[in-house]
């Protein structure tokens, strides 16, 4: 924030052209120092420029700058406050207050953040300086995990700061925390025309689309996400889902393969191949593939109603009992009841008309 308010100084150096040379001379050195990061003695020759002219707001602010860079914060907060009081322009008092709670915010103190920066939205600013208050409030309300405020703060920060990355992509994550994806796939197609290979973003981008079930545009951002970052490789899960949801069954297979190479206790990745493997007729790699993920995933209903969907089809009724029967324990879904009893049915039916045993292999 501290570059972007160095306007407010310059205008302010014009209202004070009878300065002494004396005071000209100090203020030079202080600021020269500061810009050198030697802040001790920047503070020193901003304190003889207090002596010179005390009522300036500036050199206050200046020095609280120095001391928040030392890390002595209560020297800070005192020269801050004390500039803030000298301070007569309503983007002069919005320098003090901003960088006062700014240092909450670095302290990840963010409720105290909030509260000192609260008086701020009372000041007439500019547009700059509004979307900074916004922001900071809206940062603070997401570190705070209070994510509809948050929302509502920064997208109020994105109509001052249209192209801050921050206010993007930290605008998006809220949306997706209130599981609003096509907000989310807006405020991050804003972020990432601004950084587009920003990895979050590009992931972020992908799940967004794949929760839309607009698989091209998820696959778009999930091969970018291949191809920067090659070894993460929740890039290639993602890219995997898309050409499933796309029914391009062999793809998914290619993608989720890479994966299991690097990651051979994915549990993930073996449901995601005997899903394309079942679509495609293959049943018994969807088997071998299934059973796999259900060693690592014993808990998800969805692989055992797979295995007795497969199971069914190959005539293998009792094994697709048993798996419908686990998948409805994990999650008592009435399908699964109604695949159990379809079997059932069709146990009875096959043994009236003397056809294949229950137990019958494929």
């Known amino acids: 924030m501290s570059r972007k308010i160095w306007g407010i100084f310059l205008v302010s150096l014009l209202l004070f052209g009878s300065f002494a040379l004396a005071f000209q001379t100090e203020y030079k050195k202080g600021y020269a120092l500061y810009k050198q990061k030697k802040y001790k003695e920047a503070i020193g020759e901003f304190k003889k420029s207090v002596d010179l002219y005390p009522e300036w707001w500036w050199l206050p602010y200046m020095i609280g700058k120095c001391y928040r860079k030392m890390g002595n914060y209560n020297q800070a907060f005192t020269y801050l406050k004390r500039a803030q009081g000298l301070a007569k322009k309503d983007r002069e008092k919005f320098a003090t207050i901003y960088e006062q709670a700014d240092i909450y915010f670095s302290q990840k103190n963010y409720k105290k953040a909030i509260s000192v920066i609260r008086p701020a ?16 409030v809206g940062l603070s309300y997401m570190r705070l995990k209070d994510y509809k405020r948050a929302a509502a703060n920064l997208s109020r920060a994105m109509q001052f700061l249209p192209n801050d990355f921050d206010v993007a992509s930290h ?8 599981n609003q994806p ?9 972020a990432v025309k601004l950084r587009p290979r920003d990895k979050e973003v590009l992931y972020v981008l992908a799940r967004a689309y794949l929760t839309k079930k607009d698989y091209r545009n998820a696959l778009k951002y999930a091969l970018q996400g291949v191809k920067y970052y090659p070894a993460d490789f929740r890039f290639r899960g993602l890219a995997g889902d898309a050409y499933l949801g796309m029914k391009d069954y062999n793809n998914t297979i290619k993608m989720y393969k890479v994966v299991l190479n690097k990651q051979p206790d994915n549990g993930l990745a073996y449901f995601r191949i005997g899903e394309a493997y079942k679509m495609l007729g293959d049943y018994g790699n969807a088997t071998e593939n299934l059973l796999m993920a259900a060693r690592y995933m014993p808990n998800e209903a969805q692989i055992f109603s797979s295995l007795g969907f497969i199971y069914e089809k190959s005539k293998r009724y009792d094994d697709a009992i048993q798996a419908y029967t686990q998948a409805y324990k994990i999650k008592a879904d009435p399908k699964f009841k109604q695949a159990i009893d379809r079997v059932k049915k069709r146990i009875e039916q096959e043994k009236k008309s003397g056809g294949t045993e229950g137990s019958a292999q494929p």
């Open 171 to 178: 605008l998006g994550s809220a949306y997706v925390k209130l």
């Open 182 to 190: 096509d907000k989310t796939i807006s405020a991050m197609l804003r």
């Open 121 to 136: 939205g009372r000041l007439r600013l500019p547009q700059r300086e509004k979307g900074e208050y916004y922001k900071l």
